[in-house]
Each structure stands twice: as C-alpha cells, then as structure tokens.
C-alpha cells in the first residue's frame, strides 16, 4: 500500500495562565514535544494572563497570519478564578466544532471521571485556521494530543480530518 507522507502543518502554541512562565510552562511544553514528535512545526510559542482581551488579541492575531494553520491554547477552559478562554476565543470563530469538546470530554471521563464535566474545551475553524482550547493539566494536553489531535492533525488520517482543510494546496478553503 503507498501511503502518502504527512503534510507537516505551523502549529501556533499558547498557554493561558496568571502564574505561568517559561520556565514551568510544563503543559506548553508537553504540546510543543508532541507536534514536533509528530511531524509538524512550531510557528510560535506565547503565554499570556488568563484576560479575554490579552487571549483574544494573540488568537486573532495568529488567526490572521497565514503562516498559522492551526493554533493550541492551553489553561483558562475551567470554572475557577479567571478561567476565560472560551470566552475570549469563541467570538473570533467561523464554524465551531461541537464535537470536539463532547469527544475530550468522553475520553476524560475514563481517566478523571465526572470532573471532566468542569472542562470547557472549545474548537473551531477561523480563516482557515484550525484552533482548539484545551485544560491547563499536562494531563489533559496529553489526553486531548494523543487521543484526538495527533489523528486530527495527520493529512493522512481517514476517513476525515482537520489538517485536509487548512492546507493550501489541497485548495478546499478560502483566504478571502
């Protein structure tokens, strides 16, 4: 069988946090090693205050860079304290998708139980660009990588996937 070779995508990675540095960013990192081990290349790195405008100013700002195909966030998806990333990325959104956050939810469920009920993981589509809100845990980078984006993100994923609609070349999206 020939099977076709990954098409590495610019993955851009932001951590949302108030205490967070580079220096103990654990769950930036743990997103950084996965897209790399993986294939894909890193477009930039930031970390930012859990503020919906600071969060929704670097979103945007990657949503509009065609060098970005797809943009991971990490922290302020809980309940807690300033928790606001959904509320910050959910209005830049084109299309949403629903079943993103059911499925981390369902896989969740198997390793933190009903707690998983506190995530308010988001995905969606903006510009052609891929964009998925995960928890601020390793943990649950590591779920939300291994069990769904890492297959989500791979061009040779069948019978569907993400990466197919913000490469341009494959020509099923427009830049405006």
């Known amino acids: 069988m020939n099977e076709s070779p990954l098409i590495p995508l610019s993955i851009a990675v932001l951590t949302v946090s108030d205490t ?19 294939g894909h290349r890193l477009a930039e790195k930031r970390i930012v205050p859990d ?22 966030t990490t922290g302020g ?3 807690t304290g300033r928790d606001s990333t959904p509320e910050a990325v959910a209005p830049l959104l084109d299309k949403t998708i629903e079943g993103f956050g059911e499925l981390f939810r369902q896989v969740s469920f198997e390793e933190i139980g ?37 297959e989500q993100l791979d ?11 913000v490469i341009p070349e494959r020509g099923t999206h427009d830049h405006g």
Request: a positive charge.
């Open 51 to 72: 503020d919906v405008y600071r969060i929704r100013a670097v979103v945007a700002g990657w949503i509009a860079d065609d060098r970005v195909q797809v943009i991971l």
């Open 114 to 150: 009903s707690s998983t009920v506190q995530s308010r993981c988001l995905g969606g589509l903006a510009n052609a660009t891929v964009i998925f809100c995960l928890p601020g845990s390793t943990g649950a980078c590591r779920t939300g990588w291994d069990r769904i984006l890492q």
């Open 20 to 38: 967070r540095d580079e220096s103990n960013d654990r769950s930036g990192q743990l997103l950084i090693e996965r897209l790399e081990s993986a």
């Open 155 to 165: 061009s040779r994923h069948r019978p569907c996937n993400f990466a197919n609609l």
């Open 77 to 79: 998806t809980g309940f």
